[in-house]
């Protein structure tokens, strides 16, 4: 590692030390992670492999726990519901996130970006089972502060709103509200990067704001779409605490059941099954990677622009 000096042209070689002396602040960051992603990352994830190929003795036992989970009577219905879900979630998210970014790097020159851009965060600060909580009162027509619009829909109770033919969009909905906030900040962000230059040109040359979005500022935000794209499927396919809260809150109407990881917990701790409930963990784990695989090799993620 070396650095021009300002002779003409001579380089001086930095010493090792002063080199190792300014990596270690990087070093000691990164360790902090790595200690953290072994015991709650590697580990558990070790743990689980090993449980789904072992039988209750710990023998081995190949595929029998995976095709255990797949003859349940709830698997391939569970497996719909996330499928569903995934394709609602992504194709909001997608569209809307980078829509409302596009919007606020619209609004920077007016002064407004900056209060929408804390708006939508704001409800990031209700992430789990709280903004599930707040979704169940605005879910109820008799106690909803929006029940007028409920009742005006043709829902007069809550299990009218929560019918199961209705979950796939309502988990959509508290998903975007909860975590679009968070992407809107970053996708903002690498606007902003975009280089003021490359944008005056398009202008010049005649192009609109829909021919600005769509040839310039889209094709140069690929990439974090598709990180954005990666992290929202891994999250997705984890659905459990919606359905869950949802499941207790209505009694029944929305089974214990509807998602993958709901029928992982209850293989778990309802019939004492944790080999089988370790074997939909992996699945989950092994669609995850394959799909961010995909996406990074088909997309050029780690090509140099």
Request: one cysteine or more; proline letters at 4%.
């Amino acid at each position: 590692m070396s650095v021009p000096s300002t002779g003409a042209g001579r380089v001086r070689a930095l010493p090792a030390r002063s080199v190792l002396r300014r990596l270690r602040p990087g070093h000691g960051f990164v360790a902090a992670y790595v200690v953290l992603l072994i015991a709650f990352g590697v580990v558990p994830t070790c743990y689980a492999v090993y449980f789904a190929f072992t039988g209750a003795g710990g023998a081995f036992v190949g595929l029998s726990n995976f095709a255990a989970a797949a003859s349940d009577f709830r698997y391939v219905s569970a497996v719909g519901h996330v499928a569903l879900y995934l394709v609602l979630w992504l194709l909001m998210l997608v569209v809307f996130v980078v829509g409302l970014s596009l919007l606020l790097h619209r609004l920077a020159a007016q002064g407004m970006s900056r209060l929408l851009r804390f708006l939508y965060y704001v409800p990031g600060a209700l992430a789990g089972a709280a903004s599930v909580m707040v979704w169940l009162f605005l879910l109820d027509p008799a106690v909803s502060p929006v029940g007028f619009l409920l009742r005006g829909l043709g829902f007069q109770t809550f299990s009218q709103v929560i019918a199961p033919s209705h979950l796939p969009v309502l988990f959509t909905l508290i998903a975007f509200w909860t975590g679009a906030g968070g992407w809107i900040v970053v996708m903002y962000g690498a606007l902003n990067n975009i280089s003021p230059d490359v944008l005056e040109a398009a202008r010049i040359d005649g192009a609109g704001p829909w021919q600005t979005a769509r040839r310039i500022q889209i094709p140069l935000l690929r990439k974090w779409i598709v990180y954005m794209v990666i992290l929202a499927f891994a999250g997705g396919t984890q659905l459990f605490v919606e359905p869950q809260l949802l499941s207790q809150a209505s009694v029944g109407v929305a089974g214990r059941d509807y998602s993958l990881n709901q029928l992982s917990y209850d293989f778990a701790f309802q019939n004492n099954d944790i080999n089988t409930a370790a074997a939909i963990s992996v699945e989950l784990l092994v669609v995850g990677l394959t799909v961010a695989g995909v996406f990074v090799a088909r997309s050029g993620f780690f090509d140099a622009d």
